[in-house]
């Protein structure tokens, strides 16, 4: 430029300077706003425009060699840190070798701020996208992403003296927390109470992506906030969070985000005064978890607290016995009497089946897709039970297995439950007397009210057996096995021997059999033996018996005893023991 040139410029400037300042002759500040936004947009942005094909090559060569030649192989290399590449999905940031190498080669470029902001930038878009739910990432690429965390929030300091300060530093160093071990404990509550502009601003600031893992420790946040409320405040918020965890808010958490928040969630509601049924808490356990007591093990390793596995397993328990007698069983709601009687031993009940009919089987409705999800895994076929409409449910407590049919009129069926004649562990079951309603079984109960309700009848066969007592008034407590059994040896034994003794004789004088003190002492002294299979089987062998079971039809379980062999006094005193009564001409029965 001529010195001509220079005086014609500095004229034409002392003319535009000399003009009032008046807005449509000094410019047009709205395009001036619009031409800073693109230079903005171009140069101070955490967005940055790279070839995807130059990244996976530089990483894949930097693999083989251990090589990068110059700052822009190392740019590419920071982008592409978490970068899964080539056919094995390798990624630089799991390399044990490589990835120190590339990091001492950052820390060098310091002292050039745009190159080491450039590189820093790509490393920081790595550790947003670092895949910490997939299940093929290694221990060393965790061990290296602490790393990486830990060199992140260092060197922020170090950009920070950086002029002119980039806008996306500024918003990193307001939140700086995202670089810390809970990085987002600080937008829990925020996030809780449907406010999110912090974490908003966080996200669009630093083009953190929507499938980061971010995300998912801002959902943990919120399941922390909500645990750390009184009771009242966290039962009212938890559908929410626990509709959250499930992915039902645009949000698809992880399973590790998913089972840790659920988890939480759990042990806190266990804390609670009341702990009434929480059906959605309830069901995005068992999917979340398992069935609290099929998959204990994984209960114990994922939640790891009892009392939260008893309280789901007493939810689940109390809801799959009203599942059957308001949708199973065929008398539907009205059944009201059994719903009440079979709830009181929901912490009682050890497993339990479902036996279903042809009709139940066909069913596609969505009641009955949710109830065969909650019974998973303990679900088998019902066959030869007479009426399609017919099903039946099965409980373990104690040592003993309970059948309960869900027509009315069928009896309930007490088995010893390591030896009964059906197998459970097969896709179906009898539901005739060569399967659940098998003579063999150690009593078989009405629904009838006679002298007194067939409830009550229940109970006194039940009860014993079992060593407990449901808990009186809405009260938890109840009777301790030891407790129970001190009652019944200390009490009852000698009133039992008295009119087992009485009983025996009246059989005896009817039968013919001359009643002798030796013979009253024998038969008072007999020990009786548990009702087994095995036993009874071999007992009617042993003392020439023969069995008739007319309880299909209505009628009893007969012992038929030979006409030339007069009965053992210890068989007589057995077959009392076991619940049958004698009939003279006919034999021994039980209902």
Not at 570 to 589: D, S, V
Request: hydrophobic share 40%; aromatic share 10%; glycine share 6%.
């Amino acid at each position: 430029m001529t010195v001509k040139h220079l005086d014609l410029l500095r004229e034409e400037l002392a003319k535009s300077l000399s003009l009032p300042l008046e807005a449509n002759s000094w410019g047009r500040p709205e395009l001036m706003q619009k031409a800073l936004g693109r230079v903005r947009s171009a140069f101070d942005t955490a967005r940055e425009k790279l070839p995807e094909r130059s990244i996976t090559t530089t990483v894949l060569q930097f693999l083989c060699t251990a090589e990068l030649k110059n700052f822009l192989e190392v740019k590419y290399a920071c982008f592409g840190v978490c970068k899964s590449v080539g056919t094995e999905g390798k990624r630089l940031l799991e390399a044990p070798d490589h990835f120190p190498l590339l990091m001492d080669k950052v820390t060098l470029l310091k002292n050039e701020q745009r190159q080491f902001r450039k590189c820093y930038l790509g490393l920081l878009s790595g550790y947003f996208s670092f895949p910490v739910d997939s299940a093929s990432f290694s221990q060393v690429g965790t061990k290296n992403g602490e790393f990486l965390r830990l060199f992140l929030q260092k060197h922020l300091q170090t950009l920070e003296t950086y002029l002119p300060i980039s806008s996306w530093v500024t918003i990193l160093s307001k939140h700086r927390n995202l670089l810390e071990h809970d990085p987002c404990a600080v937008y829990g509550d925020e996030l809780l109470n449907g406010e999110s502009e912090a974490f908003r601003e966080a996200c669009e600031g630093l083009l953190i992506p929507s499938d980061s893992w971010l995300r998912g420790e801002a959902v943990r946040a919120q399941v922390s906030s909500l645990c750390r409320l009184n009771d009242a405040a966290f039962k009212e918020r938890l559908d929410h969070v626990v509709s959250v965890l499930m992915g039902r808010e645009g949000f698809a958490c992880s399973d590790r985000i998913a089972i840790g928040g659920i988890a939480s969630l759990l042990k806190r509601y266990a804390l609670c005064t009341s702990r009434e049924e929480h059906p959605a808490l309830r069901d995005a356990a068992l999917v979340k978890i398992g069935n609290p007591w099929l998959h204990q093990s994984a209960w114990d390793s994922r939640v790891g607290d009892e009392d939260a596995r008893v309280m789901v397993d007493g939810w689940l328990k109390r809801r799959l016995i009203h599942d059957f007698f308001s949708l199973v069983a065929a008398d539907g709601l009205a059944d009201t009497r059994r719903l009440n009687y079979w709830l009181r031993f929901a912490d009682r009940i050890e497993d339990m089946w479902f036996a279903f009919g042809a009709t139940a089987r066909r069913q596609t409705g969505h009641d009955y897709r949710v109830l065969r999800e909650r019974a998973k895994g303990r679900i088998v076929q019902l066959e030869s039970a007479g009426h399609p409409d017919n099903n039946a449910f099965i409980m373990r407590i104690g040592g003993f297995l309970l059948v309960e049919f869900g027509l009315f009129g069928h009896a309930c069926f007490i088995f010893n439950a390591s030896d009964n004649p059906f197998d459970l562990t097969r896709a179906w079951v009898a539901g005739d007397s060569q399967g659940l309603k098998s003579p063999l079984n150690i009593k078989r109960l009405l629904h009838r009210d006679l002298s007194t309700t067939w409830e009550q009848k229940f109970d006194e066969e039940i009860l014993p057996r079992i060593g407990w007592t449901p808990p009186r008034s809405g009260s938890r407590a109840v009777v301790r096995r030891e407790e129970l059994e001190h009652r019944t040896t200390q009490v009852k034994p000698v009133v039992r021997s008295q009119q087992l003794q009485l009983q025996v004789d009246g059989e005896r004088e009817a039968r013919g059999i001359p009643i002798t003190q030796q013979a009253r002492t024998e038969t008072t002294n007999t020990p009786t033996k548990p009702y087994t299979l095995q036993y009874f089987s071999r007992f009617l062998q042993e003392n020439h018996m023969t069995m008739e079971d007319k309880r299909p039809v209505g009628g009893a379980l007969w012992v038929r005893e030979a006409m030339t062999t007069k009965t053992d006094p210890a068989a007589i005193e057995q077959l009392r023991a076991w619940g049958f009564r004698y009939k003279p001409g006919k034999g021994w029965w039980k209902g």
